[in-house]
């Protein structure tokens, strides 16, 4: 069984910065990419960013491009994503997901961690 555990979702003002943690136990982490999708309110959840195995090849929605940076720690079992200049329309619920694949499906969710960005 895998779980994973999101943190450092929080409220702050547009423009501001968060910066979101997963944390994965029960599987080798390093052999699944990683991704972050997210549930806006009356939104249906959409990707994020992805990250590969090695963390060597990131993707990212054109809606966040050059705003947030994915990475991972293999060493650490854990995937990151950076948010910088955040607009209210960020505001949902983020989650982590172990191997995601098309169609908005994952082998492995987490419980989710909210963001709410003020104008």
């Known amino acids: 069984q895998v779980q994973l555990v999101e943190s450092g979702g929080g409220l702050v003002q547009a423009g501001g910065s968060l910066r979101l943690s997963c944390a994965a136990s029960g599987r080798t982490f390093s052999g699944y990419g990683m991704g972050w999708f997210r549930q806006g309110p009356g939104k249906e959840r959409e990707s994020v960013a992805a990250?590969?195995?090695?963390?060597?090849?990131?993707w990212y929605a054109d809606s966040v491009k050059g705003r947030f940076t994915i990475s991972r720690d293999n060493a650490k079992n854990t995937v990151s994503l950076q948010m910088n200049s955040l607009k209210p329309e960020d505001t949902a619920v983020y989650y982590c997901?172990?191997?995601?694949?098309?169609?908005?499906?994952?082998?492995?969710w987490g419980q989710g961690t909210q963001v709410t960005v003020s104008s």
């Open positions: 990250i590969n195995p090695s963390g060597g090849f990131t």
């Open positions: 997901a172990l191997n995601p694949r098309g169609g908005g499906r994952a082998d492995y």
